[in-house]
């Protein structure tokens, strides 16, 4: 078990003042079979406190509104995770599972992706199949920043051969969708690493089992789990709704590090 | 509900405002197109140039015969009387459930005679039941709404723009005197925050010697 | 049976109909039209009896497509014992995996159903499409009663019919059983929208505050009206006419400037009942239509009593063989077109066309649905003094409160054109009251 520390502030900046924001944050890493929230510290720049709930993935939701003229916007998460090196989260709820096995959203496998997945030709068990389909994507993508978008699809991704973890995970899951095995994506963070990070769960045998195709590792106890979707719409970090602003700047600084 | 919203407001206004400025407007188009039956008679005559400048538009219709079509019945034209017409329409639409279908009602057959007042070749028959309309749709209002609030935003729109074309209009003293007069309950009672100082500063600058018409209306628009 | 003075009076109906503003929105070449919406006086008469036999199918359906609801956003029992396939419900456009795990007031999903019926030539009534979203339609029978009853009363003096101008009571009593405390709203997407004087016409009968998306706030997990001078009023119920994509730009589509944003988190907590509830397209698809009479079985463990037309699924083998060898009796449908788009009748193809569409329904089977074209019961219209046999349907609503309620009346429509079986106001065609008859 590692105990682990982690750090999210996003900063907003608006060229021209905002009279009224809203805004929804899933931030909060849930408990789950590989870890424990310790404790947290939430800061908003928001003068109300922010209301709480869940959406239907368990996700947890900071929402609330910001009234009167602001030009900017922040948020600071900050807190211990307990890490276990559980091989697999537990199925949860059989009534759920269904919709990890369509295509859906950013998800959707075109023609060049299904013709891609004719030539894996995957064996095995499904562990066996999900461990394959990483390697192969790990050999046969390429990493590059700035050349997708948040709303790029796998299929676009694919064609273009090269993007970030979150294109590597949607890809994964489309490749594993079609294959029969129900996959979702993650949002989280990773030890090391200056940014959010995205990775892909696929249920296997007797539970979910994590891949982080972007680095072609199991995922044990480096990565802390935010949020947990269809695709990447279903787990957005923020979204923010407001009149007025201008030009929007963003900044969002992240560190994870390991805990003595 | 027992309160109402900015916009709910907002529209109890104007629908006041443009109901009145129709009314009005069609008054005096009355009077001027009359005078327009003998123009050609005498030399030197132009009814309608005097018209735009008494209530205050821009004169973009170059003869008599363009504007006597023009600024009745152009919907094009956003100071045609079928426009302001169509923005009273605008919002009550939007207020069914404030005002009732009954006034309601009133407003949408106004549209239905100045649609068929376009067409026709002696437009005041048609004319005349739009005022009837408007007319009616007034003493509903005043008879029928429940909430008294609702009623008085109303009429506080309907007594600014009368107020508002008086002054452009440079009516008498007495007269503008009396608008005034007629506003000042009715802003009281609507519930809408307004600046009691511009009821009786209009009232100085009506009776001074020289009447500022011009800031009569800019008072009178910014009231609220 | 029935005085026909009324017939006489068409014009006045129709002129009283304008000068309340009956009218529908439509687009055409991006500009906005308001339209009349033609009123034909010759009424539809249902008997007492055969109402009644209407009215027991029509909450029968209603009460199983509500359990429906529940079930698919929770258990999914009915998936899980293979009555429904999974296929049918994830991969339905109008599943909405928010909704899962979210208890509406009361339970109650479908709380306005609007069931559309025709009645073929052999009598028998068939089900053709089930409306849980947004069904609009019921103010228009209901202005028209009381338009018909102004121009001609000697018609009504003498004629046992119930009074259908109850609609607006009904639909209180529903809005009210599931309200959480506060008022009830009508919210709608503004007067561009098709149907904007239903939702004036209905806030004023029902007494309900109507409202756009900027008069409404949440606060605290609660929603409110916003005063002019700041004051709040608490909402409890909302009548939404807008469709679920636009409700909520903090929950579904972010572009949305006429929702209300975070109100489905208020209606998550359980502190506003939203009307009807979010996510009810997954249970009018035109796919899972095929499953209501198993739904019906299989939840309230009874015979459907209204029929279907015959439908089958190319999804399943043995159905797929039936289209093929019998696709020029056949109608198929897209089942994510709505409105009369996305029809096509087999016996009006090519060769070519039948050839390419065959290929399509093996691509994507689960897109399309086949029925046998039903042999319509036409009934009369006016045209000029005479009357002629038009295609007909019938809209039933379905209101669920306390327990479920069928309004004695319902929209019926008609198309103008005699070729035409497509009678929606959209694509031309007017409108006839129905009257039910109560003795």
Redesign the interface.
């Known amino acids: 078990m590692k105990r682990l520390h982690f750090d999210y502030t996003m900063q907003i900046h608006y060229s021209e003042p905002v009279s009224t924001c809203h805004y929804t944050i899933k931030c909060i890493p849930p408990d789950t079979d590989r870890q424990r929230l310790e404790k947290t510290e939430i800061t908003l720049s928001a003068k109300e406190d922010p209301g709480r709930s869940r959406d239907s993935f368990g996700n947890q939701i900071l929402y609330g509104r910001v009234e009167g003229d602001h030009t900017d916007f922040s948020f600071h998460i900050a807190g211990d995770v307990s890490v276990n090196r559980t091989a697999c989260e537990s199925k949860g709820k059989e009534a759920m599972l269904g919709l990890f096995r369509y295509p859906h959203g950013l998800a959707v496998p075109g023609e060049e992706l299904a013709a891609y997945y004719r030539t894996l030709k995957l064996t095995g068990s499904a562990y066996e199949k999900g461990a394959a389909l990483m390697h192969r994507l790990y050999q046969d993508y390429a990493y590059e920043k700035n050349v997708t978008d948040i709303h790029t699809t796998a299929e676009e991704a694919w064609r273009l051969g090269r993007g970030v973890c979150q294109d590597y995970a949607h890809i994964m899951i489309a490749l594993a969708r079609l294959e029969g095995i129900p996959a979702r994506y993650v949002c989280g963070m990773l030890v090391g690493e200056g940014y959010s990070h995205a990775w892909a769960e696929l249920l296997c045998e007797n539970g979910w089992y994590a891949f982080d195709p972007t680095n072609n590792l199991v995922v044990t106890d480096s990565h802390i789990k935010l949020g947990v979707g269809r695709d990447a719409g279903d787990c957005e970090i923020n979204r923010g709704v407001m009149h007025g602003g201008g030009i929007q700047t963003q900044q969002i600084s992240v560190s994870v590090t390991e805990k003595g | ?9 907002v529209r109890l206004l104007w629908l006041g405002r443009y109901t009145e400025r129709v009314y009005t407007t069609l008054r005096l188009y009355y009077s001027s197109y009359d005078t327009m039956i003998d123009e050609g008679k005498n030399e030197g005559e132009n009814a309608y140039a005097r018209f735009c400048q008494m209530i205050d538009i821009p004169d973009i219709y170059g003869s008599k015969e363009v504007f006597k079509e023009k600024y009745p019945f152009d919907e094009e034209n956003p100071d045609s009387i079928f426009s302001n017409l169509n923005r009273a329409y ?1 919002n009550a ?2 207020l ?3 005002i ?2 009954e006034a ?2 009133y407003i ?2 106004a549209i ?1 005679a100045m649609n068929k007042a376009k067409i026709s070749r002696a437009p005041f028959i048609e004319l005349q039941r739009v005022m009837d309309n408007i007319l009616a749709f007034w003493g509903i209002a005043d008879d029928n709404i429940d909430s008294e609030q609702t009623r008085n935003i109303i009429k506080t729109g309907k007594r600014i723009e009368r107020l508002d074309l008086y002054a452009r209009l440079g009516v008498g003293r007495k007269e503008l005197y009396r608008e005034i007069c007629r506003l000042e309950p009715r802003v009281a009672r609507s ?3 307004y600046d009691a100082e511009k009821i009786k500063y209009m009232k100085e600058l009506v009776e001074k010697p020289e009447i500022d018409y011009y800031k009569v209306v800019h008072e009178a628009e910014t009231i609220l | 049976m029935y005085n026909y003075e009324l017939l006489e009076h068409t014009d006045t109906v129709n002129e009283l109909l304008a000068r309340y503003g009956v009218k529908f929105g439509i687009y055409k070449n991006n500009t906005f039209k308001e339209q009349l919406f033609p009123f034909d006086a010759i009424p539809r008469i249902i008997e007492k009896q055969e109402f009644a036999g209407l009215e027991a199918g029509l909450k029968q359906r209603v009460q199983a497509l509500n359990l429906f609801l529940r079930d698919i956003y929770s258990d999914k029992k009915i998936v899980k014992d293979g009555v429904v396939p999974e296929d049918f419900i994830f991969a339905s456009s109008g599943y909405m995996a928010e909704c899962e795990g979210v208890i509406p007031p009361k339970e109650v999903c479908s709380h306005i159903s609007g069931i559309d019926l025709v009645q073929g030539k052999d009598r028998q009534w068939y089900v053709l499409e089930d409306n849980l979203r947004v069904p609009s339609g019921a103010s228009y029978p209901m202005i028209a009663r009381e338009m018909c009853r102004r121009s001609s009363p000697s018609t009504f003096e003498n004629t046992l019919l119930e009074d259908n101008r109850n609609y607006a009571q009904l639909l209180r009593r529903t809005m009210d059983y599931v309200n959480t405390g506060g008022h009830t709203v009508i919210l709608t997407p503004g007067r561009y929208n098709a149907a904007y004087f239903e939702h004036s016409y209905l806030a004023e009968k029902t007494g309900a505050h109507l409202v756009s998306g900027a008069e409404l706030k949440v606060k605290e997990d609660k929603l409110y009206y916003v005063g002019y001078d700041g004051r709040l009023e608490r909402i409890g119920a909302v009548y939404r006419r807008i469709s679920d994509e636009y409700l909520d730009p903090m929950n579904f589509n972010p572009e949305s400037v006429i929702g209300i944003p975070h109100i489905y988190d208020v209606f998550r907590k359980g502190n506003v009942a939203l009307i009807n509830a979010p996510g009810n397209g997954v249970a009018d698809d035109k796919g899972i239509y095929y499953f209501v009479p198993k739904m019906i079985r299989y939840y309230l463990d009874e015979e459907p009593i209204l029929q279907n037309a015959p439908t089958y699924l190319p999804f399943y083998k043995k159905d797929m063989q039936y289209v093929r060898e019998n696709f020029d009796r056949l109608v198929l449908k897209d089942v994510a077109e709505a409105g009369g788009y996305g029809v096509v009748f087999g016996e009006k193809m090519s060769k070519g066309q039948k050839e390419e569409f065959i290929r399509l329904l093996k691509r994507e089977p689960r897109r399309f649905i086949a029925q046998e074209v039903i042999d319509f019961l036409d009934i009369d219209i006016l045209d000029g003094k005479q009357t002629v046999p038009r295609k007909a349907d019938l809209r039933a609503f379905v209101l669920m409160a306390d327990e479920p309620l069928v309004w004695k009346s319902g929209l019926t429509r008609f198309s103008r054109n005699p070729d035409s079986f497509i009678v929606n106001s959209s694509q031309g065609g007017g409108f006839k009251d129905t009257w039910v008859l109560s003795q």
């Open positions: 509900m027992g309160i109402i919203s900015v916009e709910q407001t605008d639409i939007m069914r459930e404030e009732g279908s309601l009602s949408q057959l239905y519930g809408i925050r």
